[in-house]
């Protein structure tokens, strides 16, 4: 996956610079962003690198019947958000690390963790 254009970009500015996305393709969006989502943003980075290795950690032969699946996850949730949510709702402690969600093309994170 390094190497790839995947279609993403975080660019910082010292200003909000709406008139850029008329020289941008057609299709591009623009849109400022605040703190929860440059945070966001990186997260979903790192764990799009860290894909495979997660997986591969994921599937051993000692967490047979110990993974489940989640679906319809907000496209806003990181990780630490599915930890708090599975807490206090089912009161089972999940590592966050332990939280592998699915992308789809182009590295847009999916809603199935």
């Known amino acids: ?47 799009f690198v860290n894909l495979s290795d997660d997986l591969r950690r994921l599937a051993r032969p000692e967490n047979f019947l110990r993974v489940i699946t989640i679906t319809e996850v907000p496209s806003t949730y990181g990780r630490r958000d599915v930890v708090h949510v599975i807490r206090e709702r089912c009161g089972v402690e999940v590592r966050p690390k332990d939280v592998v969600f699915r992308f789809k093309r182009w590295g847009r994170q999916s809603d199935t963790c």
């Open 1 to 47: 996956r390094l190497g790839l254009p995947l279609g993403r970009a975080l660019i910082a500015v010292t200003g909000h610079v709406p008139h850029v996305k008329m020289a941008l393709p057609g299709g591009t969006t623009y849109r400022p962003m605040d703190r929860y989502d440059v945070e966001s943003f990186i997260e979903q980075c790192e764990r």
